[in-house]
């Protein structure tokens, strides 16, 4: 069974830095691409950013240059540095991951299995 276990969410006032962790199991990690996706009350859906597992990764355009995506194999995890964060990366953040899941330095797709989400919100 798939299971991906998001924590490392809070509050943080604008500026701030967070870092993310998606704990994953139930698959072959190493295999797979995975990704951050994230949604505040009233949006849609975003995709922020998605590491592959040939190494590609993507970044949203409303978060470059302040966020960094990076993946531990041995540890099956993937990490999300978020710094510089602003009120509008007030969110729930969820990781996101599938077999043969889109994932580029050109934009990312959604995969079927999901994480409970972790709340992120700036606010001073």
């Known amino acids: 069974e798939v299971q991906l276990q998001a924590s490392g969410g809070g509050l943080v006032q604008p500026g701030g830095s967070l870092r993310l962790s998606c704990a994953s199991s139930?698959?072959?990690?190493?295999?797979?691409?995975i990704g951050w996706f994230r949604q505040a009350p009233g949006k849609e859906r975003e995709g922020v950013s998605c590491?592959?597992?040939?190494?590609?990764?993507y970044y949203a355009d409303s978060v470059k240059g302040r966020f960094s995506i990076s993946r531990d194999n041995a540890k099956s995890t993937v990490y999300l540095q978020m710094n510089s964060l602003k009120p509008d990366d007030t969110a729930v953040y969820y990781c996101?991951?599938?077999?043969?899941?889109?994932?580029?330095?050109?934009?990312?797709?959604?995969?079927?299995?999901w994480g409970q989400g972790t709340q992120v919100t700036v606010s001073s």
């Open positions: 590491f592959s597992s040939t190494g590609y990764i």
């Open positions: 139930g698959f072959t990690f190493d295999a797979y691409a």
């Open positions: 996101n991951t599938a077999k043969d899941v889109y994932c580029t330095e050109y934009g990312m797709g959604i995969g079927g299995y």
